[in-house]
C-alpha cells in the first residue's frame, strides 16, 4: 500500500506504489539519519504518547470524496448503468428517469480504519413529472483524533429522457471540507499549511476555516441499447477541481437487468487522487429472493492503491419501506471496511405523488 504522501493544493496525494518502491531505500536511509538527530536532541522526559491516528492513506480515508448508497457498496460501485432511484444522485444522474419512483432514504456510512462515519439523506423523484430531481445532504468525520476533518456534501440533480431508449443528467455538488487537526507530530506542525487558517472570535481561536469550499457538477448520458441493455456514461466533478479531496473521474458502465437479476461492470479513470491518472474497475450482480430480498455481490480493484476489495449486500424491499446494509473489505492487509446501511420510504405507495398522466 502506497506511504509516501505529499500535499497539493489543500489535498493528500499519495505516490502509486511503483514509485514508493524506487525510493524505498533512500527513505529508509533519510529516515535512520534524522532518528539519530532527534533522540541527539532530547533534553526533557518524553512525551505523552499522542493520540492514535488512522493509518490509511489518505485517500481511502476519504473514500475518494464519494459517497455510497449500500445498493452501489454491495455491488463494488458498479451501478452508474442501472443505478437507478437514490443511487443515481451519486453514480449517474442521468438513470434517474429509468424508473418511476419517488423515495426518501436515510443513509450511514462507516470506516473503523479511517475513523470516517457519515450521516445523510437522500430524496428522488422521477414521478411526478417528465423532469426527474433528486437532492441530497450528507455530513461526517475524518479521524477524529489525527486530521479530524469534518466535512458537508449537499448535491441538486436532474434527469430527462430525449427518447424512451436515451437519457442525459446534470448534478450540481456544493462541497465543504474542514480540518482541525494537522498532519503529524512536528514536521510542519500546528500551520496554515497543515491544517488551515485559523477562524478566530474574540481574539480567541475557535477552529479553523474551511480549506476545501467549492461548487462542481456532474453529467451523465444513458444510452438503454435494448429492454434490458443499458450503457452510461459519466464525468464527475467536471469544474477540475485539481485535487484528491475532488477528483475529477471519466467512467461508465454496461448493465445487464431483468426483474429478478442483474449483472453490471464499471470503469473509470481518476485524474486527480494520485499524482499520475489512475483507474478502477468494478463488477457486481444481484438476485431478488421471494420477491422481496436482494441478495448482492460485487469486486472493485483500485489500481492507484493497488488493492482489490469483496463487497456483500443485503435487503428488504416491501411495498412502503426497504432496509438495505452493505459491507466492503480490502483483500490486502491493512486496508479498509466499509460498512453501509440505509432505511427507504417509498412515498408512491401512499398514493399521495400524482403520475405524469395526471399532470400533464
Request: proline share 4%.
Amino acid at each position: 500500500m502506497p506511504s509516501r504522501i505529499r500535499l497539493t493544493e489543500g489535498a493528500l496525494l499519495t505516490q502509486p506504489p511503483e514509485r514508493s518502491a524506487r525510493r524505498a531505500a533512500t527513505a529508509s536511509a533519510r529516515a535512520r539519519v534524522l532518528a539519530a538527530a532527534a533522540a541527539l536532541s532530547l533534553v526533557a522526559s518524553a512525551r505523552p504518547a499522542a493520540a492514535e491516528r488512522s493509518s490509511l492513506p489518505p485517500q481511502l480515508a476519504s473514500n475518494y470524496g464519494e459517497h455510497e448508497t449500500p445498493r452501489a457498496a454491495a455491488l463494488g460501485g458498479a451501478l452508474r448503468a442501472l443505478g437507478n432511484g437514490t443511487s443515481s444522485i451519486f453514480l449517474n444522474p442521468s438513470a434517474m428517469v429509468e424508473t418511476r419512483v419517488y423515495h426518501l432514504q436515510g443513509l450511514f456510512q462507516g470506516t473503523p480504519e479511517a475513523r470516517r462515519h457519515t450521516y445523510g439523506g437522500v430524496v428522488v423523484d422521477s414521478v411526478t413529472g417528465k423532469l426527474a430531481g433528486a437532492i441530497s445532504f450528507v455530513g461526517g468525520f475524518v479521524d477524529a483524533e489525527g486530521l479530524d476533518r469534518q466535512f458537508l456534501d449537499a448535491r441538486v440533480g436532474f434527469a430527462y429522457p430525449i427518447t424512451e431508449r436515451l437519457f442525459v443528467g446534470l448534478a450540481g455538488r456544493y462541497a465543504k471540507i474542514t480540518q482541525d487537526g494537522t498532519l503529524a507530530e512536528g514536521g510542519l506542525g500546528d500551520s496554515p499549511i497543515s491544517g488551515g487558517l485559523l477562524e478566530e472570535e474574540d481574539g480567541k481561536v475557535v477552529g479553523r476555516h474551511s480549506f476545501v469550499n467549492e461548487l462542481t457538477f456532474d453529467a451523465a448520458i444513458t444510452v438503454k441499447a435494448t429492454d434490458n441493455l443499458y450503457i452510461a456514461a459519466v464525468g464527475q466533478n467536471l469544474s477540475y477541481p485539481d485535487h484528491g479531496l475532488l477528483p475529477t473521474t471519466i467512467g461508465g458502465g454496461v448493465g445487464f437487468g431483468t426483474a429478478d437479476f442483474s449483472i453490471e461492470v464499471d470503469g473509470l479513470v481518476d485524474l486527480n487522487s494520485y499524482r499520475d491518472a489512475t483507474y478502477r474497475l468494478m463488477a457486481g450482480g444481484e438476485y431478488l429472493a421471494a420477491d422481496h430480498f436482494p441478495l448482492r455481490a460485487g469486486y472493485r480493484f483500485d489500481q492507484g492503491a493497488n488493492q482489490h476489495a469483496l463487497s456483500l449486500g443485503v435487503a428488504y424491499v416491501g411495498t412502503q419501506f426497504s432496509f438495505e446494509g452493505a459491507v466492503r473489505r480490502a483483500l490486502a492487509g491493512g486496508g479498509p471496511t466499509t460498512f453501509v446501511l440505509g432505511l427507504s420510504y417509498h412515498l408512491e405507495s401512499s398514493g399521495l405523488t400524482r403520475t405524469p398522466a395526471e399532470g400533464f
